[in-house]
Structure formats: structure tokens, C-alpha cells
């Protein structure tokens, strides 16, 4: 009976985000619990486990998984820490049983605060332990997918939504390449174009956009006889590392030469409409006049804090505005900032405190906002998100300043879907402005109950202006930061 053993390791660094993501930080889960914490769950891992789980002939053998939220580079001696143990868990299962293939569930846009490609020198490890099997890795879309990466993974297969709705469906199909690979009649030719490109905004919204036209090129191509993956790989913006930039990804069975021509073909049309892959924003005030001329409820993007890409979370920028304003509607803020809760914590509930808000892990860019707060509820922590992985943020409390209720949470969270609010007692559909920090990934959650939405235009480590943004690593020329021309 073959033998698959699988691991996970999934971050994705801001590089401008000061804070770092350390050790402790990883969510670790160890052998039989991987697939016990997964089952059920809409995520990569569990789709892949569901298909192999129709296969009498195969057995599947969990290593190790440790995640982490988005955030700040990992630092070089916890960088090291984790791939060392997630290596080691691997090599344990391999000394007991024969390994025949591997699954590597990744994000692929990590970065160490000295190591550019984490997730290549995982690979080597992983190479060095089991050999020359056959390993298919999933990636984000956003993934940095470099060249270390593709020498190493037999079949990459990335997400094709943003947002993101099909991490299961993406597992289904890395599990499908790796047994085509197993079965031993399939010989997988790759072919990336590079493109110095880097995008942002709502036409890379797959439903609507033109992103959305070039990954349906994808999708036919895996429907094709030869067709095993196909994807474009936009990186993400804010992992400033020099192999950033979007890929253009095609895997066929045995035909380079169509794979080629597929390559080439998708990567053209991608060029020829970078101008619309920039982001459309709108000021904080615009976006409080349009909320104050809506009836419903606006939600406002805090792309540029997004802790889904990566930023620190401690943005008070919105807040400050909607203090100043005369806007008396109920507004929802959400915030990292551990000093306050503790500060908090100790008035208890129905007290009253002057606290200090914001620019605690990214103090360069946010000056701390004082305001006087009653103090509603206080939490654990502990919650689930949509996708029905746990989510945890150290001690949560709901303050309330006049009309805003503000969710100050001690640790990093995705503030995205709704789950992150409803399960501290505050529902976003009872409010007038509900603030997310995601650019678009909190669509999916939103938009049936969202009269109106905002890509509010703030600073932060992840701001879609990325013109705003100090890159120091990304090869240059690169768009849309410089005038490039290419020629296919």
C-alpha cells in the first residue's frame, strides 16, 4: 500500500510590517491530530484528505502542520526553529515506513528576516529526506512562487479565486496530480513566464474582474486532455523579496510545447491590462459622506492594515477620522493593541477608562489615539472562523466610545468574515460602517448584507498605493513602480 505523507507551513509576510511573526506565534498541530483538527474543515488539507479517503490502496501519513496569521518577517532563529521541526516530522514518519509521495500544503509568500524563500529551503529539506518521489505542493495565489520552489515540486497547484472560496477544491486537485504522478504514466512539464508585474485592486476580483478572465484560461487548460495545473501567480505586493512578481503557470502531461504557447498566451493578456490591475481608492472623509448617504450598512476596506496580508493590525487611522467626524450612526472598529486590553480588563465590565488606542506594534506610522471608553464585554478569545478553523486572539474586549464599538483584540487576527465580530457579541449587520482589514477577502461575507463598500485609502504597511510602499529587494524595473516595456 503506497504511502503519502503530508505537512503544512503557511504564512504570509508584510515586509513592511515592523513586528515580526516569531515562533509562538505558529499554530502546531502534530500525526494523528493533523487529520482530526482538519476534518470538516474548507480548507486545503481537508480536500486533499477527502479524495485520498476514497482510495482503498493508499495510506495517508500526517506530519506536521504550524500556521501562523499573516504578518512581519520571521525572525532568522524561528524561521530555522520551525523548518528544523517540520523537517524532523517528516524524516520520524519516514523512518518507520517506505515513503512513496508527498504533499506539501503551503501559502508560499513567507519570509524570514534573512531568508527570502522559506518555503524552498523547506523543500530541500523535505528532497533530502524522501528522495525522488512524487510531490505536489498547493500554494495562495499570492504565493512567491521562485525558481528554487519549481525545481523542487513535481506539480504546483494554486488557488484560482480571490477571494479566496476554493482552498478545499484546490486540495481535491493536488490530490488528483499526485495520484496521476503515483500511478507512474505522467510526466509533467512546466512552464512559468515571469512578469515584472505587481498588482492590486477589484478587476483581481475572479467573479468580475479581468483577473477573473485570465484564470478561466487556467481552468480550461487543467480540463484539457494534457492540462494537469495552470495558474497566474500575482505574489504578494508586500513580501519584498527579489523573485516577487506575477507568474504565469502551466503544467501539461508530456507537452511542453502547448504549454509554452498556453504560457505565453495568458501572460500577454495579463500585460496588455496591467493599467487596470491598480487599486481605486477613496479617502477616509469620501467614505464617511458615502456611509452617511447610505441607508444600510457601508463597509470600509483598511486594505492598507490588512492582517490578511500581512500589516500589524494597530491602525487607528479610520478610528481617528470617525472620532472627528459628526458621523452618529453605529460604527464597528477592530484593533490590535494588548496594552488596552489589559487596561481594560482591569476596569472591568461597565467601567469606564481613557486608554490609549493604536500604534503599538507599528509606531511609525500610527500615533496612539486617547479617548474615554466604557468597557461592554470581555472575552477569552477563542472563536472559529467561516472556514471552521479556530481563531485566537488572547484576551478580547468590546469597547464602546460614543457611538463606535471597538474590538480590541491582544493578539493578530483576520479581521475578514464576520465570525471574527459575531462571536464577541457584535453582529456587522446591526451597524451603519463596519471596518475590515482585508482588501478583498472579506467579500464573500459581506456583500449580501453591504449596501455600500469603501477601499479607504490610509496609510499602512500593506496600502494598495504602492508607490507609498519602501521596497528595498524586488528586482526593478517593475510595475507598476517603474516604466517597463516587454516584448512577447
Known amino acids: 500500500m503506497p504511502n503519502i505523507v503530508f505537512a503544512e507551513m503557511r504564512q504570509e509576510t508584510a515586509s513592511f510590517n515592523p513586528f515580526p511573526t516569531d515562533y509562538a506565534m505558529f499554530r502546531q498541530i502534530h500525526g494523528a491530530q493533523v487529520i482530526k483538527k482538519y ?32 504578518g512581519g518577517a520571521v ?25 512513496d509521495a508527498v504533499y506539501m500544503c503551503l501559502h508560499g509568500a513567507m519570509a524570514g528576516e534573512t531568508e527570502g524563500d522559506p518555503e524552498g529551503v523547506l523543500l530541500a529539506r523535505v528532497r533530502e529526506i524522501v528522495g525522488d518521489v ?6 495562495d495565489l499570492h504565493a512567491v512562487l521562485t525558481d528554487r520552489m519549481l ?33 507512474g504514466d505522467t510526466k509533467p512539464e512546466t512552464v512559468t513566464v515571469k512578469l515584472p508585474m505587481l498588482v492590486r485592486g477589484d478587476e483581481l476580483i475572479t467573479a468580475t474582474g479581468k483577473y477573473g478572465e485570465a484564470i478561466r484560461l487556467c481552468q480550461e487548460i487543467e480540463a484539457s486532455e494534457t492540462g494537469l495545473s495552470a495558474g497566474v501567480n500575482i505574489g504578494n505586493a508586500f513580501t519584498d523579496v527579489p523573485e516577487l512578481r506575477t507568474n504565469i503557470l502551466v503544467v501539461r502531461d508530456g507537452d511542453r510545447i502547448q504549454a509554452e504557447e498556453d504560457a505565453r498566451r495568458i501572460a500577454r493578456f495579463m500585460w496588455e491590462h496591467r493599467e487596470l490591475f491598480k487599486a481605486d481608492l477613496i479617502s477616509v472623509e469620501d467614505s464617511i459622506d458615502v456611509a452617511r448617504q447610505t441607508n444600510g450598512l457601508t463597509v470600509f476596506s483598511d486594505a492598507a492594515d490588512a492582517t490578511a496580508s500581512g500589516a500589524s493590525g494597530d491602525s487607528n487611522e479610520i478610528l481617528k477620522a470617525l472620532v472627528r467626524s459628526d458621523f452618529d450612526r453605529k460604527c464597528l472598529v477592530p484593533i490590535v493593541d494588548q496594552a488596552a486590553v489589559e487596561k481594560t480588563i482591569a476596569c ?24 474615554e471608553v466604557e468597557v461592554l464585554r470581555i472575552y477569552d478569545g477563542h472563536f472559529a472562523y467561516e472556514n ?6 488572547g484576551q478580547v474586549v468590546i469597547l464602546r466610545h460614543k457611538n463606535i464599538d471597538i474590538l480590541v483584540v491582544e493578539r493578530s487576527l483576520y479581521f475578514v468574515g464576520q465570525k471574527v465580530f459575531a462571536s464577541h457579541g457584535c453582529d456587522p449587520a446591526d451597524y451603519a460602517i463596519v471596518v475590515v482589514k482585508s482588501p478583498n477577502g472579506f467579500r464573500p461575507y459581506y456583500e449580501n448584507i453591504a449596501a455600500q463598500i469603501c477601499a479607504v485609502d490610509v496609510i499602512g504597511s500593506t496600502s494598495a498605493n504602492l508607490n507609498s510602499l519602501p521596497y528595498e529587494n524586488v528586482v526593478r524595473p517593475v510595475f507598476p513602480l517603474d516604466d517597463v516595456n516587454i516584448e512577447f
Request: aromatic share 4%; hydrophobic share 45%; charged share 20%.
Open 75 to 99: 525572525p532568522t532563529e524561528d524561521l530555522q526553529r520551525l523548518i528544523n521541526e517540520i523537517a524532523a516530522s517528516i524524516a520520524s514518519v519516514a523512518n518507520k515506513n517506505e515513503i
Open 151 to 183: 525545481e523542487l515540486i513535481d506539480i504546483v497547484v494554486p488557488f484560482h479565486t480571490y477571494p479566496h472560496v476554493d482552498q478545499y477544491e484546490t486540495g481535491q486537485r493536488a490530490a488528483n496530480c499526485l495520484l496521476r504522478l503515483m500511478a
Open 348 to 371: 472591568g465590565e461597565g467601567g469606564v477608562a481613557r486608554v490609549a488606542l493604536g500604534g503599538t506594534l507599528d509606531p511609525g506610522r500610527f500615533g496612539a489615539l486617547e479617548i
Open 388 to 393: 471552521g478553523l479556530p481563531g485566537y486572539g
Open 134 to 139: 512524487p510531490l505536489v505542493a498547493s500554494i
Open 39 to 70: 476534518h470538516g474543515t474548507k480548507t486545503e488539507i481537508s480536500g486533499f484528505m477527502d479524495v485520498m479517503a476514497g482510495k482503498d490502496d493508499v495510506q495517508l501519513l500526517p506530519a506536521m502542520s504550524a500556521a501562523s496569521v499573516s
